[in-house]
């Protein structure tokens, strides 16, 4: 009776190492999963089997989380005289936001300036165009995208209002990126 225990326990670790895993065999995407001391999740990509004795071993795939702070950018702008100001590489939203404000009341300390678009790890732009029933009004357009299609975007808003024209860029792009140290 030992015997036939001890033979059974044997074909039952055999199979569960038997495809090469030694932790948690997941059959549909054939990856074998296992948790080592620190933590940390280990994927291994497990070939499925081929004629003859010969397996290569498993390909080892090893995810890292690596944190990186944030970085952000804020436009503010004086509704009455048009007079705008941004800020890059803030390490809060409300650092960049008071600073953007603070820029934007130099211009003219009496007219109110506010906030008007912010962007987390990206790039920011602003275009402009004239409103067609009110030439001396202009309306503005934001854009938060990544680095290279902010400009891009904000013109595409303001010629897509069919209420605007003469659309130009009044805010270059600008971009606010984590830095690896």
């Known amino acids: 009776m030992k015997k036939l225990f001890l033979i059974a326990l044997g074909l039952v670790s055999f199979n569960v190492y038997a495809n090469g895993c030694g932790g948690e065999y997941q059959a549909a995407t054939g990856t074998c999963r296992i948790i080592d001391g620190s933590g940390r999740q280990i994927l291994y990509n497990v070939p499925p089997p081929k004629s003859g004795n ?56 009496n007219a109110p300036c506010k906030v008007v678009s912010w962007v987390r790890n990206g790039c920011i732009a602003a275009a402009k165009g004239q409103v067609i029933k009110n030439p001396k009004v202009w309306k503005s357009f934001y854009a938060e995208k990544e680095k290279g299609l902010a400009e891009a975007e904000a013109l595409a808003q303001c010629r897509a209002d069919s209420k605007v024209t003469n659309c130009e860029i009044y805010l270059p792009e600008g971009c606010s990126l984590p830095e690896l140290q």
């Open 54 to 109: 010969s397996t290569p071993p498993p390909k080892k795939i090893i995810y890292y989380d690596v944190k990186v702070p944030s970085k952000f950018g804020a436009a503010a702008l004086n509704m009455k005289t048009g007079y705008g100001a941004g800020v890059l590489n803030k390490n809060s939203l409300s650092e960049a936001k008071k600073e953007a404000l603070e820029q934007c009341k130099q211009g003219d300390k």
